[in-house]
């Protein structure tokens, strides 16, 4: 099983080929854009591990962007016992959908 650890956005994530990866917001990808992401961290290819220290020198990961929209509200409430304040307040971040298409390595 191919599979890499990729840092996109200030996070790792493990991608696998046709795998769908959110991501935060790439500003200069549109939808149907093919993009390569070149942070790739960890990579195993049928038990073959290549760890990099810190990245993988040659390795790429193919990606084609499906949507950039918005994920699922988080709601934040904070409230003080016997001061009678309560504040609700609601956040959507901005996420970038991917579907992996290739793991490039030498």
Known sequence: MLYAIVKTG???NKVEEGGIL????L???????????NE????SNEGAVT?????IEGASVSAKVLAQ???PKVLVFKRRPKKGYKKLQGHRQYIT??????????
């Open 40 to 43: 790739v961290l960890f990579l």
């Open 51 to 55: 760890i990099g220290r810190p990245l």
């Open 22 to 25: 959110s991501v935060e917001k």
């Open 69 to 71: 929209k918005r994920a």
């Open 97 to 106: 959908q991917l579907k992996v298409t290739k793991i490039n390595f030498n």
């Open 27 to 37: 500003d200069d990808a549109k939808a149907g854009d093919e993009i390569t992401l």
């Open 10 to 12: 200030g996070k790792q």
